[in-house]
Every structure is written in C-alpha cells, then in structure tokens.
C-alpha cells in the first residue's frame, strides 16, 4: 500500500528521530527471507534493544540527513531493511 504525503512525513521524523539518538545502523538486504523469518528478526530485534524497520530508501536518506549516519545515503541502494541499534 503506498503512503500518502503525510504518512511519508511520519515515517522520515520517527526514522530521524531513532537516527539522531542511535549508536549504529546496519542496512541489510532482506530478498530471500521468508515472511516466518524477518518475523523472528524482529522480534529479536526488539528483544535486543534494536530498531529495525524496512522503508523506501528516499525516506530513510532524508530521516539521516542531519545525522551522523548522512554519510551512507549515497549507498541505499536495493531493498533493504535499517536497524538502529538502541544500546
């Protein structure tokens, strides 16, 4: 389902916000896992302290923009999935 302009604003301030307060971010592609097993990722995600999202690139490099982590915009590239680490 596509997001409308103010969903995409929620999204880019809540990802912005989670950026500007973690300690790391992995991006990782997630082709290949199953429904059952990015289930489990994030739970054990949550589990660990992580925050782990998966987003249009665009949004996510607008959200990083004024962070620490503006250098990897150039490298979102793909479908990926972000984990910001909490801890």
């Known amino acids: 389902m596509a997001l409308n302009l103010n969903q995409k604003k929620e ?3 809540e990802l912005a916000e989670v950026a500007s307060k973690a300690h790391s ?12 097993q990015l289930t489990d990722l994030r739970k054990k995600a949550r589990e660990s302290g992580v925050y782990l999202k998966v987003a249009k690139n665009t949004l996510v490099s607008r959200a990083v923009e004024d962070t620490d982590y503006a250098v990897v915009q150039d490298e979102l590239v793909g479908p990926l999935l972000y984990a910001f680490s909490q801890e």
Do not use: R
């Open 11 to 13: 999204v880019v301030a």
């Open 25 to 36: 971010l992995v991006a990782a592609e997630y082709v290949g896992l199953t429904v059952s």
